[in-house]
C-alpha cells in the first residue's frame, strides 16, 4: 500500500527531483540518486508525518542523498589524489562539459563553488521556486535564517559568475 502511494508521489515530482539533484550535485548524472530518494521513501515512509507535504518530504530526503552523495565524491577524489591519479572530476569530464551551454555551466560551476548551506538554499528557492516555509521545513531552519541566507547567497553567487565569467575572457 506504501509503495503505491510514493509511486504516486514518483509521478508527480521525480522530475523536480532530479533537477534539484542536477543542481546540487553538479551532474545530469542523478536517476540512481532519484531512485535512492525514493527507495528511501518507502523504506521510511512510517516515519513521514503528514505535518509536511509529500514534496517538502521528498526533497528533504533528496538533500540527504545529495549529501551522502558529496561525501562519496570527496572520499573518492582523495583516494584519487592519495594514490597520484590526476583524473578530473565528472563535472569535468569532456563528454559532461560539451553538453552544457556556456551560460550553464557557468552557473553550474558557481553555485558548486557556494558554500553548502548557501547551494541549498539558492537550489531550493532560486531554481526549484520552494516557498519560504517550504524551505525552512525542508533545511530544518526558521524562516527568517532562509531569508537571510538566501540574500547573502545570491550575492556571494553573483560574486561567482563574475569570476567565472571574468576568468573565460
Do not use: C
Not at 18 to 37: A, C, K, N, P, T
Not at 129 to 137: D, G, N
Request: no cysteine.
Amino acid at each position: 500500500m506504501n509503495s503505491n502511494i510514493i509511486s504516486e508521489w514518483f509521478y508527480l515530482y521525480n522530475k523536480d527531483i532530479y533537477h534539484y539533484l542536477v543542481y546540487y550535485i553538479g551532474s545530469s548524472d542523478v536517476e540512481d540518486l532519484v531512485q535512492e530518494v525514493f527507495i528511501r521513501a518507502i523504506k521510511g515512509f512510517d516515519t513521514f508525518q503528514q505535518k509536511a507535504s509529500p514534496k517538502t518530504w521528498l526533497f528533504s530526503i533528496a538533500r540527504h542523498v545529495g549529501i551522502d552523495e558529496m561525501r562519496k565524491r570527496n572520499r573518492l577524489r582523495m583516494k584519487q589524489r592519495n594514490s597520484f591519479r590526476d583524473e578530473q572530476s565528472d563535472m569535468e569530464t569532456p563528454e559532461n562539459l560539451l553538453q552544457l551551454n556556456e551560460n550553464n555551466k557557468l552557473l553550474y560551476q558557481a553555485i558548486q563553488s557556494l558554500k553548502a548551506n548557501y547551494r541549498d538554499v539558492v537550489i531550493l528557492r532560486g531554481i526549484k521556486e520552494l516557498s519560504v516555509s517550504e524551505t525552512a521545513s525542508i533545511l530544518n531552519w526558521n524562516e527568517n535564517k532562509v531569508r537571510t541566507t538566501y540574500h547573502r547567497a545570491l550575492k556571494s553567487l553573483q560574486k561567482s559568475i563574475g569570476g567565472f565569467s571574468h576568468e573565460k575572457e
